[in-house]
């Protein structure tokens, strides 16, 4: 959780405004910076509708299942599969994997909007959505969600 940041009030509807000022000057986004998960010029920041905000969550559940899944493969839990298969085969644990997943993104959502939960905080993502494709390696992405007085950050590193 990064905050707060300058401008943003408890019931204030400029948050997101304060936010976008602040966020280019602040530690968090120059430590993404220096560990050289981007490039400054790669770190542009993109507001994520409700829309964009689903699919990214769906792409990150089934990133973590096709992880998991490879990893019941190679430990001899399931057989052989071709990742085109439909539907894909089940594994133990892996309602899991989706759980704790969104429970990552649940917890961060409580704490900027101090627990109510009412209404979804805006979103704002780098790197997001993510553009995979079957050359790369993995991928690293920053979701914020931003609170009337908080941010909340969930960095995501995929990479190999």
Not at 37 to 64: C, P
Not at 137 to 150: D, K, N, P, T
Request: with cysteine.
């Amino acid at each position: 959780m990064a905050g707060p940041f300058p401008g943003a009030g408890r019931r204030d509807r400029r948050a997101p405004a304060a936010f976008r000022a602040w966020w280019p000057k602040s530690d968090r986004w120059a430590e993404l910076v220096d560990d050289e998960w981007w490039e400054e010029d790669e770190a542009d920041l993109r507001r994520l509708d409700d829309e964009t905000l689903a699919r990214v969550l769906t792409d990150f559940d089934e990133h973590n299942l096709e992880q998991a899944r490879t990893g019941a493969w190679a430990m001899g839990d399931i057989d052989d599969y071709d990742i085109d298969d439909d539907p894909q085969p089940r594994f133990p644990g892996d309602q899991l994997v989706v759980f704790l997943g969104r429970d990552v993104f649940d917890t961060v959502t409580a704490q900027v909007t101090d627990g109510s939960g009412r209404v979804a905080p805006p979103a704002y993502g780098i790197g997001l959505p993510v553009d995979v494709s079957d050359e790369d390696y993995g991928f690293q992405a920053c979701l914020l969600l931003v609170g009337a007085e908080s941010v909340g950050i969930v960095t995501i590193d995929a990479s190999a």
